[in-house]
């Protein structure tokens, strides 16, 4: 039995959707940022950062204890091991899909956050931020939808490089962004939206961050949802 450590957010419904393509057994227990559940030091035995989503598989590969992996891309990669499923076994499409993974995992999926935080999140009236990475996510969706007019899938076939990618390309009309304006993206888009998995791993609950409504925090929420009380927290 895998334990999922989860929040209805992009990079939770990467672990989500793998899950539900893949098929292996698994519980999902919901966390709530909002009220720091993720900065307990229960937690951050299992994920030292102190972010979500974070796994502990009880019946690890290979054996032994029971296995922490935390950071969305390598819980994608430990569950495409264990499962053998979504990790192209060509050697050049493996490849590439860990490039677009990483892709995701180091620019599509952060700067993007930035833009969700200074647009939704921060005081107003910051242009500069606004802009940065606002821009830098457009630039990204050009790249993106480029690889996606040559290749029907990022790795040539679907893999967790599209399931990595797929929960934030849903993200951007929260910044205003829109993927009419992306052709290669949108029809690459609505396939991957059809797959029963991808239904499945995103009905668990509804992104917060689809709207692009500002929301409404206190002070202690603000403090936990940006890690700011981690700093308060005791590690151990
Ligand atoms: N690179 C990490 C990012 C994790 C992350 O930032 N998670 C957010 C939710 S999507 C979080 O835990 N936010 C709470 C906080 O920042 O304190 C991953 O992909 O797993």
Do not use: C
């Not at 990204?140 to 934030?168: C, F, K, M, Q």
């Amino acid at each position: 039995m895998i334990e999922v450590y989860f929040t209805p957010t992009p990079n939770g419904h990467k672990v989500s959707i793998m899950l539900a393509e893949t098929g292996l057994p698994h519980q999902l227990l919901r966390m709530n940022v909002l009220d720091g559940d993720h900065l307990t030091p229960e937690f951050r035995r299992i994920n030292p950062n102190g972010r979500l989503p974070a796994i502990v598989d009880h019946d690890p590969i290979g054996g032994g204890a029971p296995l922490p992996v935390f950071e969305s891309g390598a819980i994608l990669l430990y569950l495409a091991e264990k499962s053998g499923q979504l990790l192209p076994a060509d050697p050049r499409r493996r490849s590439q899909a860990q490039q677009w993974l990483m892709w995701q995992m180091a620019s599509f999926g952060p700067m993007q956050g930035q833009a969700h935080h200074f647009i939704r999140y921060a005081p107003e009236g910051q242009t500069y931020p606004v802009e940065r990475y606002r821009n830098e996510t457009v630039r990204l969706l050009h790249v993106l939808n480029g690889r996606l007019a040559e290749a029907e899938y990022l790795a040539g076939e679907y893999s967790v490089a599209d399931i990595a990618t797929w929960p934030w390309a849903r993200a951007v009309r929260a910044i205003g962004l829109a993927l009419e304006d992306y052709p290669a993206v949108q029809d690459w888009f609505g396939r991957i939206a059809a797959r029963p998995g991808v239904i499945a791993g995103t009905s668990v609950e509804n992104p917060a961050n689809l709207s692009s409504a500002r929301p409404v925090l206190n002070e202690e929420q603000w403090s936990n949802l940006f890690g700011r009380n981690m700093l308060n927290a005791p590690a151990r």
